[in-house]
């Protein structure tokens, strides 16, 4: 199952804009990726080319960059973001299913993309074969029960279990029904290792989704993000810890 994005593009521009510290973004990118010299990239399942904004200020000049997804939508609003930029951005509209890559990359990303695939492990294996002889892999997956733990509502009426019983149903269900991996996020670098991929390495985002007194308009983006009942609208504050795993590996 692929899923197109371009037909909930609301949801996914939400989501991404309270997803990532710009400062842990760039010492990822500097201090544990190491990226200190012109890379060649792809992102599979780019969007609307939120990684490639994220990346291409941070890495050296010569760098290039090319995004496929299957969404023609999002594609072509990545082409119009990007419309004017001087740098080598491409992007292309592609079914990861069907695609299939040359070994040239010196960086293979993607983000929030695996979770939604009913067949996550076909498309590692794509992306590690889209890499050069000591390419990276990268995957930045959600743990859904990570995530579900992480929301805390200042309210008295908020109980942190209300929803374990049909969370655990629901996912159970979608694994069983051979669709989405709940817990990807948690199996990706351990997948990683198993396809031969060395010094695997693993972080967690560390971005917290805060919206306090000040922030009442950012109310029902919240709890739609984070898929809270609306009958917690009134509380006096929401923190969400976003809980992305950030597995990668060199080929």
Same mark, same amino acid.
């Given at each position: ?12 521009? =939400? ?87 040359? =070994? ?12 939604? %695939? ?15 002889? /000591? /390419? ?6 959600? =743990? ?10 200042? =309210? ?10 049909? %969370? ?32 695997? /390495? ?20 919240? %709890? ?28």
């Amino acid at each position: 199952m692929t899923n197109d994005w371009g037909l909930k593009k609301e949801y996914l521009h =939400s989501t991404r804009q309270n997803l990532w510290n710009d400062d842990y973004f760039e010492f990822l990118v500097k201090r544990v990726w190491k990226i200190d010299k012109p890379v060649k990239i792809i992102d599979f399942g780019c969007g609307y080319g939120y990684l490639a904004q994220m990346l291409m200020t941070l890495i050296p000049d010569g760098s290039s960059y090319k995004g496929i997804d299957i969404s023609e939508t999002l594609i072509d609003e990545a082409n119009e973001i990007f419309k004017d930029c001087n740098k080598e951005i491409s992007f292309e509209v592609e079914d990861m299913n069907t695609y299939e890559p040359e =070994s040239e990359y010196d960086l293979v990303i993607c983000q929030a993309v695996l979770r939604h %695939l009913s067949k996550p492990l076909d498309i590692l294996k794509k992306m590690i074969s889209a890499a050069k002889k /000591g /390419g990276l892999v990268v995957c930045i997956e959600p =743990s859904r029960p990570m995530e579900n733990a992480g929301i805390y509502i200042e =309210s008295d009426k908020y109980n942190p279990f209300e929803n374990d019983g049909f %969370l655990r149903k629901k996912w159970m269900d979608e694994i069983e029904a051979g669709g989405r991996d709940y817990q990807i996020g948690m199996k990706i670098p351990v997948y990683m290792e198993q396809l031969g991929l060395s010094n695997v /390495g693993v972080r967690i985002n560390d971005f917290v989704d805060f919206v306090g007194i000040e922030g009442t308009s950012e109310i029902d983006s919240f %709890l739609n993000n984070h898929s809270v009942d609306m009958k917690y609208k009134n509380s006096k504050a929401f923190v969400a810890a976003r809980c992305h795993v950030i597995s990668f590996g060199t080929k």
